[in-house]
């Protein structure tokens, strides 16, 4: 069992920045990759980002939407993963989730993340 737990969401006005923290602790070390996704009100969960965490070289994946915007990374010291976010929107209100895969399958699915966080709100004004 992976245990996860966001942190870092708030309130934010467009253009600004907001960092949230995924710890993840239970069994971190068979860990394939960690990954970021958010839900708006009446909109399906989308994916924002992944990384992958067995791997030397940490292979990233971004949506469309947030790329050149956001970051992902990871410290594996702390199994934490992390997703700067800059430049921040309206539409990118939503919660945002931390996931966990076990297994090498479509990171930008959400189907293949087995565990979940509870979700963080992140919010930005106009």
């Known amino acids: 069992q992976v245990q996860l737990v966001e942190s870092g969401g708030g309130l934010v006005q467009a253009g600004g920045s907001l960092r949230l923290s995924c710890a993840a602790s239970g069994g971190t070390s068979g860990v394939y990759t960690m990954g970021w996704f958010r839900q708006a009100p009446g909109k399906e969960r989308e994916f924002v980002a992944a990384i992958d965490w067995s791997w030397i070289r940490g292979n990233k994946y971004y949506s469309n939407l947030v790329k050149g915007r956001f970051t992902i990374s990871r410290d594996n010291a702390d199994n934490t993963a992390v997703l700067q976010m800059n430049s921040l929107k309206p539409e990118d209100t939503a919660v945002y989730y931390c996931?966990?895969?076990?297994?090498?399958?479509?990171?930008?699915?959400?189907?293949?993340?087995?565990?979940w966080g509870r979700g963080t709100q992140v919010t930005v004004s106009s």
């Open positions: 996931a966990a895969t076990l297994r090498s399958s479509s990171r930008y699915d959400s189907a293949t993340y087995e565990y």
